[in-house]
């Protein structure tokens, strides 16, 4: 058998589409959409992030600005930039790219975003509401995974999903979006023992570790749908997730690839929460 291929890239494009057209029907009420992007030091892959991330604002009509300080910025000056953004009309979504430079305090500052334009649904009020079932603004790589099984019509009612990896930004967030689509979880961490016991259970595989192919085919209930969230470099320098893609696809029912899988969404999920932000600012 080979798996199915989730597309991540076309459904992004996809949905694009939906955001091009409501950015526009905004336009035209006078509101532009704005984001802006707070990146401090110079860590190289966030820099790839955040650029990526204003480039596809522009791709969308979406106004943004990317604002960059260097690595010893005191927490203050920075709690200061974002007071600023948090009354700046203009601006509907503020991200600022983690990870920070160790002097400052990352809960701090994520909590001093105001959670209306907390597009990476990190502060405590909005990751608080969607464990409670009443999602507000929502982190946007599980958001995007949602879209990604929503789109290639995945069961997750009554489905087992087992979820390797348990961050604040992926894993955590993933199990309360899979468990309100009424899914049964299994949150795995580092910690977890005989971890293919678990995986193999799956009807859902969500590998969100940052370990270069850990998943192997071996560790893959058949027909199984796994998506893949992992952005390593192996060895050679090359670009891959941690899914083992070669011996996983003949095993699994679907597969989600890297690069062009959960990537692209996630900065879709980016520009649908700051539309929605913007949409939301008009009514209040
Ligand atoms: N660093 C890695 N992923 C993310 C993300 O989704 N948002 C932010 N702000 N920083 C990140």
Redesign the pocket.
Known sequence: MTALIIDGKQIALDTQIEIKRRVSALSARGVMPGLAVILVGDNPASHV?VSNKVKSCGAVGMHSVLEQYPADLSERQLLERIAALNSDAAIHGI????PLPAHINEHAVLEAISPTKDV?GFHLLNAGALMTGQPRLRA??PYGVMKMLEHSNIAMRGAHAVIVGASN?VGKPMAMMLLQAGATVTLCNSKTRDLAHHTKQADIVIAAVGRARMITGDMIRPGATVIDVGINRDEAGKLCGDVDFESVKSVAGAISPVPGGVGPM?ITMLLMNTLEAAEKALLS
Do not use: E
Request: charged share 10%.
């Open positions: 992030y991200l600022v790219q983690l990476d946007c790589t930004i996630t």
